[in-house]
């Protein structure tokens, strides 16, 4: 191979790394999927509680709103959690928002699958 094809190859080489350099860097930053379709109690929002919420909203830790698998959604009901009228004032959402005390606790994505959620009629489904 001479000199001239070597760089050539070199050349192509380089772009080649650029362009997959530059694809994972927008890997990096993906946006949240807007949630769409019908959202599962069940399949959705209890494993949002088991992954982020449960470890201290259970019975035994003082603190209120027990989001156990088998009480939470009774709780949020009877307590008033919800507000189907006007979702993004439940409680349950405002904690949650940007500036609610729990808002550390969850992502975008579950801000936007929980108000989706209730916006849908807060099923037990
Ligand atoms: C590190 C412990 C901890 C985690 C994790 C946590 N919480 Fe809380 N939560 C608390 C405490 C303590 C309170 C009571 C003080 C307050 O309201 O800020 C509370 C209060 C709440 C309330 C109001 C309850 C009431 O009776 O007024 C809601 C709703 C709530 N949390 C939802 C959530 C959700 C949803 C998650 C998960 C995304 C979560 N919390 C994660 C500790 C936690």
């Not at 949240?32 to 379709?37: L, R």
């Not at 349950?92 to 009629?121: C, F, H």
């Amino acid at each position: 191979m001479n000199k001239k094809n070597r760089t050539k190859i070199w050349g192509l080489g380089m772009i080649l790394l650029l362009a997959l350099n530059t694809s994972c860097y927008y890997n990096k930053t993906p946006l949240p999927p807007e949630p769409t379709g019908d959202i599962s109690y069940a399949v959705d929002i209890q494993p949002i509680f088991n992954d982020n919420c449960v470890a201290c909203h259970q019975a035994g830790t003082g603190v209120p709103l027990d989001l156990e698998e088998s009480v939470s959604y009774n709780n949020l009901i009877n307590g008033s959690f919800l507000n189907v009228d006007e979702p993004e004032l439940s409680v349950l959402y405002v904690k949650i928002n940007t500036g609610g005390s729990m808002s550390p606790y969850a992502t975008d994505n579950n801000r936007s699958v929980i108000l989706k959620w209730i916006e849908q009629g807060a099923l037990n489904n």
